[in-house]
Structure formats: structure tokens, C-alpha cells
């Protein structure tokens, strides 16, 4: 069992960075792959970033403004988010799958976490 804890939204201006972070419990988080997704209102939930151990996945619309990161002494995830856009805006969501394909492909990990919320003011 994983539980998935996220801090760090906020409200940000557009052009503005922050740094989400997701605090994971389980003695084996370092055989996990994590990621994040993201929903706004009105929308479906999307991927965003994944990483697992030796490789790190983006979706086309956060490349290059968005690096994820992980910390397996810390069993934590970050997501360093650069250059904010108001369609940013979105509860960010925190998620564990034992192989990157159910987050990255399958869009479908084994746990999730509560989501914080990312406001980005134009």
C-alpha cells in the first residue's frame, strides 16, 4: 500500500514558478514509477510528467517549462513547474504505478493522491 500526499500549490502570476511536492509512505517507493496529472474544471484529468528510474516523461504541453524530479531517501516527487500559464490552472494530482506504462501510456497508476490545487493569474 502507497499513500500519496501533496503539498506546495498556490497562486502564482503567469511567467511565475512553484515547486509541488508528493510525500510518499510503503518501505518500497524506490520501485515505483510516479507522476503527476492535473484537472481543471470542466475537463478531464490529463497527464502531465512521469518518472521512473532511469527515465523521466512529459506531456507536449508542459515540455520544456516542467521538470519532474524524485528523492528516494526522501520517497518524494517534486515537479518543478517554470513559466506558468493561466490554462496551467488545475488541481495537480500525485500518482505511483509499478511499471511507468500505467501512468505514462494506461493513464491508470495504482494510487493517487488528494491533489492540491495550482492557480495561475494572468
Known amino acids: 500500500q502507497v499513500q500519496l500526499v501533496e503539498s506546495g500549490g498556490g497562486l502564482v502570476q503567469a511567467g511565475g514558478s512553484l515547486r509541488l511536492s508528493c510525500a510518499a509512505s510503503?518501505?518500497?517507493?524506490?520501485?515505483?514509477?510516479m507522476g503527476w496529472f492535473r484537472q481543471a474544471p470542466g475537463k478531464e484529468r490529463e497527464f502531465v510528467a512521469a518518472?521512473?528510474?532511469?527515465?523521466?516523461y512529459y506531456a507536449d504541453s508542459v515540455k520544456g517549462r516542467f521538470t519532474i524530479s524524485r528523492d528516494n531517501a526522501k520517497k518524494t516527487v517534486y515537479l518543478q513547474m517554470n513559466s506558468l500559464k493561466p490554462e496551467d490552472t488545475a488541481v495537480y494530482y500525485c500518482?505511483?504505478?509499478?511499471?511507468?506504462?500505467?501512468?505514462?501510456?494506461?493513464?491508470?497508476?495504482?494510487?493517487w493522491g488528494q491533489g492540491t490545487q495550482v492557480t495561475v493569474s494572468s
Open positions: 518518472i521512473s528510474w532511469d527515465n523521466a
Open positions: 500518482a505511483a504505478a509499478q511499471v511507468w506504462q500505467r501512468i505514462v501510456i494506461l493513464r491508470t497508476p495504482d494510487y
Open positions: 510503503g518501505r518500497t517507493f524506490s520501485d515505483y514509477a
